[in-house]
């Protein structure tokens, strides 16, 4: 037995020997990634997250040396997807991407079976603020249409219930002490439509979305609710420009991992979308897009994600008005 016992005890030690190195690796990230990575899109094809999700996946996999599978998931404004995120395993090999705080929303106006305090931030590399924006028949100045606002209620456009532009109506107009008759629409598309048809007094949405129409003359920017300036709006003015000291909520793009993801596989993630967001190609792409690129480091984005928490409980019960 003693013989038997000893030889027992060698095999044992043997194949812990073996098996050591793999798991120091996964314990510091090392040899990851090792299979494609797949990229969760809370939006259809063809959207602003669908499109900025693929115009940096290419500079993804260059920097990772593996493929990045986007996957959208549209249902029901992204909880279908953040449902099934949650459930992720905790390796780094599946991520979302979404305009944050859309899921944090969702959390406040349903009973999801998820929570983004749980997700592990990654890195967020661009931010679009919401606009008001009229049609350039009405008012001219933002002050005008305080005034208008004031002595009637106007009927506002939002980019859906529960959207990122319904929360920042909703902060916008609490603080400015205005009564809205909201109009949710099925997208940002539809509400400025029908703004730009006079069916709206005004409508609130991404700056980014709005561009177009300005541009082309048929709406009027008023105001950009913002602590900081949009570099392809430079003549619309902030809240602070007004006078006025208004709670900004910008939508964020960026990218998390799972639940429990070790540190050293975020590490070697946020590097990776930290490269890409610099890349001349893609900082080229988001120029014609006239994308604000904004990055947040994965503690930055963080602290973005606690902060929200009580900004958006605040305005629960409006959200499900």
Partial sequence: MGKNYSTTVIVAIAVLATLLPFFCNAADGAGFPQ??????????????????????APFIEQYLGTRVIIENQPG??????????????????????????????????????????????????????????????TWKTFDDFLKAARSKTLRGGLSGRGSTTHLA???????LGIKVNWVPYDGSNDSRTALAGKHLDFTICLATSAIPLIQAGKLRPLVLFSDKRDPYLPDVPIPKDLG???TSFPGIRGVEAAPNTPASIVKILENAFGKAAREPLFLEWAKKRQTVIDTLSS????????????????FQTMLKE
Avoid: C
């Avoid at 109506?169 to 603080?175: K, N, S, V, Y």
């Fill in 299 to 314: 503690r930055e984005f963080a602290r973005i994600v606690a902060e929200a928490y009580p900004k958006v409980e605040k």
């Fill in 244 to 246: 006025f000291d208004l």
């Fill in 169 to 175: 109506g909703l902060i916008a107009m609490d603080e």
């Fill in 35 to 56: 299979k494609p990575i797949k990229l969760i899109v809370t939006a259809s094809a063809g959207g602003g997250e669908d499109t900025e999700a693929r115009a940096i």
């Fill in 76 to 137: 029901a404004g992204g909880k279908i997807g953040f449902e099934k995120f949650q459930k992720a395993k905790p390796d780094g090999y599946t991520l979302i991407t979404y305009t944050f705080p859309k899921s944090i929303i969702i959390e406040y106006m349903d009973k999801p079976g998820f929570r983004t305090k749980d997700f592990t931030p990654v890195f967020a590399w661009s931010r679009s603020n919401q606009l008001l924006v009229v049609h350039v028949d």
